[in-house]
């Protein structure tokens, strides 16, 4: 994991802290007695009688981030969350209360209630979702759950002054297709355009998980370590962007966002340009454009490019033009001039540019 450019593990079992601290990787501590079964009602009683002994045991080892929760809740249960939510805030301060939400598929028009429930019920310290749709590419039209579900957690991110951290699908099971080098650059790009200030993949191996009671899917395949131990195809994929995103990380850690459109196909939720946004247009294919603030007042936009056969050329037209347009590299982090009209977009690919 370490060495695929992964810094942080959920479902970390507490013998496992000082492995994770050799390899320089942060830990959300998991208790099978906290989490119950995947399916089972949360119960704070339970959970609460364990969190105090485990985060006095634990919470001073410094690879700890957090504490596992509960993954994919229903509303029912935020009322029973938020009491472990605040106990966690109170014995751990700074410490994540980890949940992770449902996608929007889940719950339909009532989905954005579900946000905001789940907000105003659980207090989180940052929201987490998980939504494999692949109906992101232009072709896809105006029904793309992916490319709304980011709206829709991005806008109740905002709405609360909170982060938001999206699961990206890295171990294919179900009818859900085997990664391609385009399909990972705008699952993660797509989600850094959108404001994400953490990325997930789920998950890093093609078993079973060994917790939760969970069920056998039978059909998990090309994570990137396979069922026998070995590195796939998809080890380096995810080497290579998670590289990328390092390059970059600092600066978009920075980084407020103010605004993410589309240019071309407009799915569901979103918005185009408009001459409130920094770009009005990048001629000659589909992208979206995310508007940033820099915590010292600069501007930056990232620009990804929504095809997933062709690279395309990217040569914005912006409402108020620049004096000059900075390029922050994801190979090496530098800053470096734009080289207009050169420059162009691999299939799935995003680039972020300071505006001077």
């Given amino acids: 994991m370490h060495l695929a450019g992964v810094n942080m593990i959920a479902f970390v079992p507490p013998e496992m802290l000082d492995l994770c601290q050799k390899y320089n990787l942060r830990a959300i501590v998991y208790d099978g007695g906290i989490f119950g079964a995947f399916a089972s009602y949360f119960d704070s009683k339970k959970a609460n009688a364990i969190l105090p002994d485990l985060i006095k045991k634990y919470n001073h080892h410094p690879a700890v981030y957090g504490y596992h929760i509960k993954d994919e809740p229903g ?38 209630s579900y946000l905001e429930q789940f907000a ?7 929201f987490s979702y998980d939504n494999y749709s692949e109906d992101y ?39 859900y297709s085997e990664l391609t080098a385009s399909d990972l650059r705008l699952r993660v790009y797509g989600s850094l355009v959108y404001g994400a200030k953490g990325l997930s993949y789920y998950k890093f191996i093609s078993a079973s998980l060994p917790i939760l009671d969970a069920p056998d899917l ?24 998670n590289s990328q995103v390092e390059s970059i990380g600092p600066t978009l850690l920075k980084l407020h966002s103010d605004n993410v459109y ?12 408009t001459k409130n946004t920094l770009v009005k247009d990048v001629p000659g294919g589909d992208f979206i454009v995310g508007d940033f603030t820099h915590e010292d007042g600069s501007r930056y936009v990232m620009i990804v490019n929504k095809n997933l056969t062709k690279s395309t050329p990217c040569n914005p037209v912006f409402n108020n033009p620049p004096k000059e347009i900075i390029l922050l590299s994801s190979w090496n982090g530098k800053y470096e001039k734009y080289p207009t009209p050169w420059y162009w977009l691999a299939p799935g690919q995003g680039v972020l540019l300071k505006l001077e």
């Avoid at 105003?120 to 940052?126: E, G, L, N, R």
């Avoid at 896809?140 to 991110?157: D, H, M, Y």
């Avoid at 589309?262 to 340009?273: F, R, S, Y």
């Fill in 218 to 241: 039978g059909n998990f395949r090309m994570a990137p370590i396979d069922q026998f131990g070995r590195r796939t195809s998809t080890w380096d994929l995810l080497r290579n962007v």
């Fill in 75 to 112: 509303p029912d249960q935020f009322p029973e969350l938020a009491k472990s939510v605040k106990l966690v805030k109170e014995l751990a301060p700074g410490k994540w209360p980890y949940i992770n939400l449902l996608p929007t598929q889940s719950y339909g028009d009532a989905y954005e």
């Fill in 120 to 126: 105003q019920i659980c207090k989180p310290t940052a």
């Fill in 262 to 273: 589309h240019i071309g196909v407009l799915p569901d939720e979103n918005v185009g340009p």
């Fill in 137 to 175: 590419a232009p072709e896809a039209g105006t029904g793309s759950l992916f490319w709304k579900n980011l709206a829709q957690v991005r806008n109740a991110a905002q709405r609360h002054d909170l982060p938001f951290w999206n699961i990206i699908l890295t171990a294919p099971h179900f009818s």
